[in-house]
């Protein structure tokens, strides 16, 4: 078993910035895929980004890049999500994923929730016009 804690969220104004973090204990030896997921309510939660743990692979959904950047610090088991350059649209509750990466293929990590076993409760993040 994995354990998943996330904070970080805020409420800010758009065009600010926000750092989440992940928060990971348990099995993490297992871990080989980590993911953020956002969901607004009404909505299917949908894909971020992703980082292959071992091999350092980011991928990002389109409507993050070049704003969001993943990112890991093995030693403290922490997962974390940069974001700049805020929009409204940005608003939901951010969750962190966890897998050993049985849908990751050619060293990147699934993008799909099913391929997440491990999933923290979710910290929301609020961005104001």
């Known amino acids: 078993q994995v354990h998943l804690v996330e904070s970080g969220g805020d409420s800010v104004e758009a065009g600010g910035s926000l750092r989440l973090s992940c928060s990971a204990s348990?099995?993490?030896?297992?871990?080989?895929?980590m993911g953020w997921f956002r969901q607004v309510p009404g909505k299917e939660r949908e894909w971020v980004a992703a980082?292959?743990?071992?091999?350092?692979?980011?991928r990002y959904d389109d409507s993050v890049k070049g704003r969001f950047t993943i990112s890991q610090d093995v030693g403290k088991n922490t997962l974390y999500l940069q974001m700049n350059s805020l929009k409204p649209e940005d608003t939901a509750v951010y969750y962190c994923?966890?897998?050993?990466?049985?849908?990751?293929?050619?060293?990147?990590?699934?993008?799909?929730?099913?391929?997440?076993?491990?999933w923290g409760q979710g910290t929301q993040v609020t961005v104001s016009s």
């Open positions: 994923a966890a897998d050993w990466g049985r849908f990751a293929a050619g060293g990147y990590c699934s993008t799909d929730q099913q391929g997440y076993d491990y």
């Open positions: 980082i292959h743990t071992t091999l350092a692979n980011e």
């Open positions: 348990g099995a993490t030896y297992n871990v080989n895929c």
